[in-house]
């Protein structure tokens, strides 16, 4: 609309095509003097302006200004420029409902002169035709309404266009939408399908709100929409309505559209509480994309298994679940199943199951799978179960927290060439169980709270390397534990804490080609417990890495200030090194000193003497022992002395054939005794070195 302009001396002036609203009309000859009422509209304040459209005398027609005196004409509808064919005056907002008036005379107009006609116009109206519970197709501007859905495709055929349900509308016929039109839903509103179908191939526009009933069929062209989400089918997330129905057709619709277009994307909206449902939700198709929001994206059954991907049955690939919350609960439920379901991808994800014996994800025969940056909670059985053709799988970056450190296993993983990185796995009987496992990784991973920290304990495993571990050991555990397979690769790891009762590294009486390399960093004593016949298993540990704590070099310990023989120093063994064939080295060396009386050194096995050294009274000296110890069998050892230095008095039992020791089944303490024959002498150990050689 033109732009009003207020003259400081002529007052108001408008262009020539609108005029400034007008506050009353009339249609009869006004007295052009004083306020008064025109038109109906109280016109009493100077300069109120009305207009004069009468059908008669035209004479006087035009905009005028009320005075206390005589009216005058407005400036901007007094000479011959003001006014023009289809000059158009309406009023004001005051003066109630809006009136429009034209001028209607054509040539040159000049008020006061020129008989004016003025007529009333109907003003601009909405548009009417589009109502609630219409269907309305919207092409090049024009609309059009239509009863029902295949009236609607029928009229538009492929011309370009948008049609609006803006009701709910009951399908009475099948209908097709082309590609080129877009079907958009609006207001809430329903299409019921029982009994027919509703084909889309062109786009399809609708809010996170129900749009589909009955039991009707809606079948997507591939592309159709970018996602689909469980809300049109009528899900409602509200964690007291079951939605199974709704995911169902929702995964149907997707089914068909991903055939089409290489795959399709389902999207969990973040709800109020979760998506209940009660029986399994089942995917069988390739391609899918199960999509959520994050922790909120929840889908819960607690009555059994949550997810299943594939049907053990045909063969399905890459079916991927991202982002998700899924929960589940029932005795040895499953959160997420996939049965035969290859490339299956799981990633950031939150996987929870209530129920006893429970597992999180179980992988059956569903090799070239990943598990990746998911949170694993409240698990009693396995939080990663992967058997039968487990081949190619990468799980990395997750942390799985059992329920107690009763919760069977984190991962269990069989197969072939599978890769174990950067997890966090903690509070589980057995953290990880490689099982059968060949050419497989198992690296850069933490562990916490546990019995067994990685086991391998089937035939079939090999080639497996393990490396850059990290192991919190507490109590009775041991953190690495191999049992049966081949060619182990135990590369450095770190082991904190100590295992009281058990081991960093356990080998049964099972694996062969065990390796084993230098930098293992660990608290305990020992390292490595191993079986009495490793040796005929072909086993090759380095020994620089097996016992650090048991070769050392000491600060001088001390016996003086009693007569009784008094132990100097222990070293306990470790009963499963012992093996047959195991021989251990034992070097002592130190001083005697004082006058008083004989002094004596001890060097036992399980309480028996291999060695003494005697310093009669008098003599100061310094002294040496090497001894040997040959491991006979399970229960029978000899001790033999293979050198000696220094003391007055050397007395060695046995040395040429040496001391036959009995073995007992607790773990061997070979010990340094002294005893003084004055409590003013003394007997001092620098040095002590025990050797463990296989």
């Given amino acids: 609309m033109p732009s009003t302009i207020t003259d400081r001396l002529e007052g108001i002036s408008t262009s020539v095509a609108v005029k400034a609203p007008v506050k009353a009309v009339s249609t009869t000859a006004v007295t052009k003097s004083g306020f008064q009422t025109i038109g109906g509209v109280l016109c009493n304040q100077d300069n109120d302006r009305y207009c004069e459209a009468v059908t008669g005398a035209q004479i006087n027609n035009g905009i005028w200004l009320v005075h206390e005196s005589a009216h005058t004409r407005a400036p901007d509808f007094d000479g011959t420029r003001d006014v023009v064919e289809g000059t158009l005056i309406r009023t ?41 519970g219409a269907i309305v197709s919207i092409i090049d501007g024009v609309l059009t309404r239509h009863v029902s859905l295949a009236a609607a495709v029928s009229f ?203 597992d999180g ?64 796995v903690e509070t589980w009987a057995t953290c990880i169980n490689g099982r059968a496992l060949k050419g497989g990784l198992v690296s850069g991973n933490y562990f916490e709270t546990y019995v067994t920290g990685i086991l391998f304990d089937a035939s079939g495993a090999e080639g497996v390397d393990i490396r850059g571990n ?22 450095p790891n770190s082991y904190v804490g100590t295992h009281s009762g058990g081991a960093p590294i356990e080998l049964t009486s099972g694996p062969a080609d065990v390796y084993i390399s230098p930098g293992q960093v660990h608290d305990d ?6 079986p009495t016949n490793h040796l005929a298993l072909g086993q090759h540990l380095l020994s620089d890495n097996l016992y650090p704590a048991e070769v050392g070099y000491l600060a001088a310990l001390t016996h003086t200030g009693t007569t009784s023989e008094t132990t100097v120093k222990t070293y306990t063994g470790v009963r499963q090194h012992w093996g047959v064939g195991t021989h251990v080295h034992v070097t002592a060396s130190g001083t005697i000193t004082g006058v008083a009386g004989q002094k004596d050194v001890r060097l036992k096995l399980d309480g028996t003497t291999i060695a003494t050294i005697t310093e009669a009274a008098g003599a100061t000296d310094d002294w040496l022992i090497e001894a040997k110890i040959d491991i006979l069998s399970a229960t029978v050892a000899v001790g033999s002395v293979l050198g000696f230095q220094g003391a007055a008095v050397e007395l060695f039992d046995a040395l040429n054939a040496g001391v036959t020791i ?4 607790s773990h061997p303490a ?18 002590w070195k025990v050797q463990v050689v296989n």
Avoid at 107 to 123: E, K, L, N
Avoid at 283 to 290: C, D, E, L, P, V
Avoid at 401 to 409: E, I, M, P, S
Avoid at 525 to 530: L, M, T
């Fill in 361 to 424: 994800i179980r992988l059956t025969d569903s090799f070239c799978s990943t598990v990746t940056n998911c949170t694993f909670g409240s698990i009693a059985g396995y939080g990663i179960h992967a058997t039968s053709n487990a081949n190619a799988m990468y799980i990395a970056g997750n942390r799985l927290d059992g329920a107690t450190v009763a919760a069977t296993c984190g991962i269990f993983i069989d197969g072939t060439g599978n890769t174990i990185t950067g997890n966090t």
């Fill in 156 to 358: 538009i055929s492929t011309t370009r266009c948008t049609v609006v349900v803006r009701d709910d509308i009951t399908m009475a016929a099948s209908a097709t939408f082309p590609a080129t039109a877009t079907l958009h839903i609006e207001n809430r509103a329903q299409i019921t399908t029982t009994g027919f179908t509703l084909t889309i191939n062109g786009k399809f526009e609708c809010g996170l709100e129900k749009c589909f009933a009955g039991s009707g069929s809606v079948v997507f062209a591939g592309g159709a929409v970018r996602m689909f989400v469980p809300q049109w089918w009528g899900a409602v997330a509200d964690g007291s309505i079951d939605d199974i129905v709704a995911l169902d057709a929702m995964a149907a619709a997707a089914k068909a559209a991903g055939a089409a277009a290489g795959g399709a994307i389902m999207y969990f909206p973040p709800g109020a509480s979760y998506y209940k449902i009660t029986s399994p939700w089942v995917i069988t198709a390739n391609g899918m994309t199960i999509q959520g929001g994050g922790a909120g994206s929840v889908i819960y059954n607690a009555a059994g298994n949550c997810l299943q991907l594939g049907d053990n049955v045909s063969n399905f690939s890459d079916i991927h679940v991202e982002n998700m919350n899924i929960q589940a609960n029932g005795a040895s439920s499953v959160a997420i199943l996939a049965r035969k379901a290859r490339n299956t991808r799981v990633g950031r994800c939150v996987i929870v199951n209530y129920g006893a014996t429970a």
């Fill in 525 to 530: 004593s020992y390292i490595v417990v191993w």
């Fill in 92 to 132: 004001a907002p005051s003066a109630g409902a809006a009136q429009f008036f034209e001028v209607t005379t054509n040539g040159t107009i000049t008020p006061g002169t020129t008989a004016i006609a003025i007529v009333q116009i109907d003003p601009p109206t909405e548009d009417t035709t589009i109502e609630y």
């Fill in 662 to 665: 009995a073995l007992g089944s």
């Fill in 670 to 687: 070979i010990t340094l005794t002294g005893q003084l024959g004055n409590s003013g002498d003394s007997i001092v150990l620098r040095q």
């Fill in 470 to 491: 990290y192991f919190a050991a507490t109590g009775t555990t041991v953190s690495i534990k191999i049992s049966a397979g081949t060619g182990f690769s135990i590369g």
